[in-house]
């Protein structure tokens, strides 16, 4: 590991940038293209050794389809180059602490999500990643919630956020932005 600034992926992130790949509508929800747009240009920094990303091994388990229930090849490879490759994504393995930690999340801080999410986020704190970047809307409404509550996210040390917020991204990866932002 070098001194580089750990961010960490959530599954819904490689879901996203594999259905951009392969075509397949988005969600609606506004801004989903540019977030893309920012894990594509986030992933290159990675690549580069400017910036660590990880994720669970969990994620390996929940990247199952490109979002459209196709599990060809295609989908196969990419979700393959994404998390097993060592390339991109650094994958961690839940332990019992990272699981303790992920069920404090609801009895210590009332944050209310699901135990996988609380895996993924737990698993980011454990590695002192600076942003955890996600899509999920519920996530991010109920650590922002938690954040306003506590004064801050001092509690759980890791910003939670969508792509096109983060601040770790290197300047020479934000030019040439395509997507514009609606």
Known sequence: MTDAVRIYFDSCCFIDMVKYRRNADL????????????????????????????????????????????????????????LTSNQVAITISADQFIAEESRDLRWKHGINIKGADGIHIASSMFLGCAEFITTDAKIRHETAKFARAVGGLSAIGVKVIRASETQYLPDKYRQDILVEEK
Do not use: N, P
Not at 56 to 74: P, Q, R, W
């Open 27 to 82: 969600v609606t929800e506004t801004g989903r293209q540019r977030d893309v747009w920012f894990m594509g240009r986030l992933c290159d920094a990675c690549r580069a050794g400017d910036i660590e990303i990880y994720t669970s091994t969990l994620t390996i388990a929940e990247c199952l389809h490109g979002g459209d229930g196709v599990i060809d090849e295609e989908v196969q490879e990419l979700f393959t180059k994404f």
